[in-house]
T-cell receptor
């Protein structure tokens, strides 16, 4: 598989346990956040997003929590499965300067999740 | 099936030999972007395009060119590749140009420059 995980933090969890992956973002004015999952040899895939006017959002087996006070984002995966093994990236969208456009996302370096059976 | 398609998936080339990595999306997205991914550094944006004939530099544009002659295609051009451009490249697209929106990624192109 593709080696993107050198020197990344690694979280190892037992199958069936809950996982919590953390991310510190950089810009206090960022208004949109996304979590991506990247499996070996594949491109990042969208998991869940949250806007800055919310502090929690739930999906299927996943929950994202946003703490704007400390610029912290977390992804909670319930009942972790072997198929959840991947690198997880958070991304933030800083505010767009006046007269500029774009869908610029700033990505974190990622966290490796390993699920033990 | 909605997708972003990149070619080639793997390429080994030599310093100075021009190459192009193609990217095509079938979702009628206005926004397209190229990223490179290096170990421990996450995804860094190279160039992006908000629509046909509208392109702009990202965070690491040096040594790259792009074009957007058609809405669906956004090729990445390395006029004179160098070893520091050895990387994993991703093309992405999204519907939105003014606000936030989910980025759809291709499968990646692994480039090695000798």
């Amino acid at each position: 598989g593709e080696s993107v995980g050198l020197h990344l933090p690694t979280l190892s969890v037992q199958e069936g346990d809950n996982s919590i992956i953390n991310c510190a973002y950089s810009n206090s004015a960022s208004d949109y956040f996304i979590w991506y999952k990247q499996e070996s040899g594949k491109g990042p895939q969208f998991i869940i997003d949250i806007r800055s006017n919310m502090d929690k959002r739930q999906g299927q087996r996943v929950t994202v929590l946003l703490n704007k006070t400390v610029k912290h984002l977390s992804l909670q995966i319930a009942a972790t499965q072997p198929g959840d093994s991947a690198v997880y990236f958070c991304a933030e969208k800083p505010p767009i300067p006046l007269m500029e456009y774009g869908n610029k996302l700033v990505f974190g370096a990622g966290t490796i999740l390993r699920v033990k059976s | 099936e909605a997708q972003v398609t990149q070619n080639p998936r793997y390429l080994i080339t030599v310093t100075g030999k021009k190459l192009t990595v193609t990217c095509s999306q079938n979702m009628n997205h206005e926004y397209m972007s190229w990223y490179r991914q290096d170990p421990g550094l996450g995804l860094r944006q190279i160039y992006y395009s908000m629509n046909v004939e509208v392109t702009d530099k990202g965070d690491v544009p040096e040594g790259y060119k792009v074009s957007r002659k058609e809405k669906r295609n956004f090729p990445l051009i390395l006029e004179s590749p160098s070893p520091n451009q050895t990387s994993l490249y991703f093309c992405a697209s999204s519907l939105g140009v003014k606000g936030a929106g989910e980025l759809f990624f291709g499968e990646g192109s692994r480039l090695t420059v000798l």
